[in-house]
């Protein structure tokens, strides 16, 4: 019996064997990874300095901003810092209504959720939407397990983002200087939906006209509204990964929504399940290895790295594997100012992924996207 699950995971093995042999073959292609390597090694390094709480935050922002030129990455890191400040701003402004009402706090998750996913999914500006609803989320559910610790929270996470976004940027613009002259970066394509306004959600045929990515937004806003009543359920108090989870496994452009459906909402629940689970694997077997050794805790950090950079760019179709192998290696490795001395935040991240995609599912199972759109060739 075949399942959009077992469907995505089928192509996997062979996949990354694919990847494996190209990693062997050509030398090449270790010029991303090693890019991406010195910015987390250097945001370690400069958030360590400044004795932050959670140096991960500054180590995933020098990764994620890394694009493959100069005029991609610098772009993406402004993106990436407007959102995280608006974001902020909003969470902490509805802090303290929120973190007192569990109902308040849904209907505020299904708020911003849909929004967010809505203007991520047709907006050119898509990663600032992105950073914007994952931040706000962050935000308030800090707000909601410690209220008194939201504005250290807040704050923090904007000084972790700045440090591994300009540092990205600058290890970025360096290997720019020692590129050969190539093409400008691809513009932005012109969004395939509107942009989101109340005057448009009450007009009919604009909300027939846009019904499949309505209804996806509104799929992720359900999933994430309801966390709140599976934390009180389950007891559950590290709750940030579970939010962001069931919000990132929903952002996609406009046209895989309308012309995939359900398939490509599966596999990215499968994509970041998997990926996470090895590279948190993969941390926890060489956590011991480094010890309290410096040295080694470098390498051990850069040899993970590499590794998830190199499935991301490559091009068995593993992309977000990749990226989300990187996100759990870097959790697991990256804790305090120094080498990590326990498996915890690993565990809690794995955890929390599983209930964000179980949540997820759930939603979709209930609510089913209906059957893809065929077209024909005119």
Same mark, same amino acid.
């Given at each position: ?25 050509? +030398? ?19 958030? $360590? ?66 929004? $967010? ?38 704050? %923090? ?87 962001? %989870? ?29 990926? $996470? ?22 390498? %051990?950090?850069? +040899? ?21 192998? $990187? ?52």
């Amino acid at each position: 019996m075949s399942s959009p699950a077992l469907d995505a995971l089928r192509p996997i093995p062979s996949a990354l064997w694919q990847e494996t042999r190209a990693l062997a073959a050509d +030398l090449s292609t270790w010029r991303e990874p090693v890019k991406a390597v010195l910015a987390v090694l250097l945001a370690t390094a400069v958030s $360590c300095a400044f004795h932050l709480e959670d140096n991960a935050w500054a180590a995933l922002s020098g990764f994620l901003v890394m694009r493959t030129s100069f005029g991609e990455s610098a772009p993406r890191g402004g993106q990436r810092m407007l959102g995280t400040l608006a974001g902020a701003a909003l969470g902490f402004g509805l802090a303290r209504y929120t973190s007192a009402s569990v109902p308040l706090l849904m209907v505020t998750f299904v708020v911003v959720t849909f929004v $967010c996913v809505y203007q991520s999914t047709v907006s050119v500006a898509s990663y600032a939407w992105v950073l914007f609803g994952v931040t706000a989320a962050m935000v308030m559910t800090a707000a909601f397990a410690s209220p008194a610790d939201t504005i250290d929270f807040a704050s %923090t996470r904007i000084a972790e983002v700045g440090i591994g976004t300009l540092c990205g940027i600058v290890v970025s613009g360096l290997f720019e200087l020692f590129r050969q002259p190539s093409a400008p970066p691809p513009q932005p394509l012109p969004s395939p939906g509107s942009r989101l306004t109340l005057r448009r959600l009450l007009d009919e045929n604009w909300r027939r006209d846009h019904a499949a990515i309505l209804a996806h937004a509104s799929r992720a806003a359900i999933a994430v509204g309801s966390l709140p009543l599976v934390w009180r359920a389950f007891s559950i108090t590290d709750i940030s990964a579970t939010a962001v %989870t069931s919000f990132i496994v929903m952002i996609m452009p406009a046209t895989v929504v309308e012309q995939e459906g359900i398939a490509a909402i599966y596999q990215r629940a499968v994509y970041r399940v998997l990926g $996470c689970v090895m590279g948190g694997l993969l941390a926890l077997l060489l956590l011991p290895l480094a010890g309290d050794s410096l040295p080694l805790y470098g390498l %051990t950090l850069a +040899l993970g790295v590499g590794i998830g950079v190199h499935i991301q760019g490559g091009r068995s179709g593993l992309s977000y594997v990749g990226t989300q192998f $990187c996100f759990a290696f870097i959790v697991t490795l990256v804790q305090g100012p120094g080498p990590a001395t326990s498996i915890t935040p690993g565990f809690q991240r794995l955890v929390g992924i599983a209930i964000g995609c179980l949540v997820l599912g759930a939603v979709v199972v209930v609510w089913p996207p209906p059957p893809v759109r065929t077209r024909r060739a005119a």
